[in-house]
């Protein structure tokens, strides 16, 4: 498939999920069997809007930085893009570190955790695009090809705790709408401490 029509097909709106309400705060977290939580430790979990979004990149490069300074808590980021776009963007993007990579390309764990599918204005409004512009100019992050999933799909975190609990839930607002992942933290009761980022490497997350 060429890059073009791989481009056309991120636009198509995809099949409609059953989208569960999303967990609150204090309530159990969903479970399915393509995302096993710990029990020994609390859980950060980011689930991404699709491999080749700027703010996807940014919020999986927050991930990264904090999965490398604090090993007493599990990371995840899901990806509902194909297993091998999903890797090779994650290389792309710097390298997963301590994030255990999830891929749920029929979105069967966005559903459950209440994530559906977003609409125009969410997707690309006007302030969504000038956030865009804005983002590449000051830390050169920009749009890259989207190899597998869509555009539509909402993304969102939450904080787990070693119980199962949810501890704190995000679902995005707009595609722009980065979640506050010292927040997340915070509300497993883990300081958080400005760490510079991770330098990059190549290995891929399979």
Partial sequence: MSSLNQEWESFKTPPAKDVQPVPKVGEKAPVHPNLILP???PTVIVFLRHCGCPF???AF???TT???HHKDV?????????????ERWVVQVGGNWEVEVVVDFERELYARWGLG?????HAVGPLTLWRTLQLGKAEGIWNRPTES???WQTGGAFAVTKDGDVAW???AASADDLPDLDAALASLGVQVRPKPPPEPRTDGFL
């Fill in 117 to 121: 599918i977003s609409n125009t204005w």
């Fill in 61 to 63: 490069k927050n991930l």
């Fill in 149 to 151: 999933g869509n555009r």
């Fill in 39 to 41: 029990s020994d430790k």
């Fill in 66 to 68: 904090l999965s490398t």
């Fill in 74 to 86: 599990h990371f995840v980021a899901v990806s509902h893009s194909s297993p091998e776009a999903t």
């Fill in 56 to 58: 996807a990149e940014k």
């Fill in 169 to 171: 839930a995000k679902v």
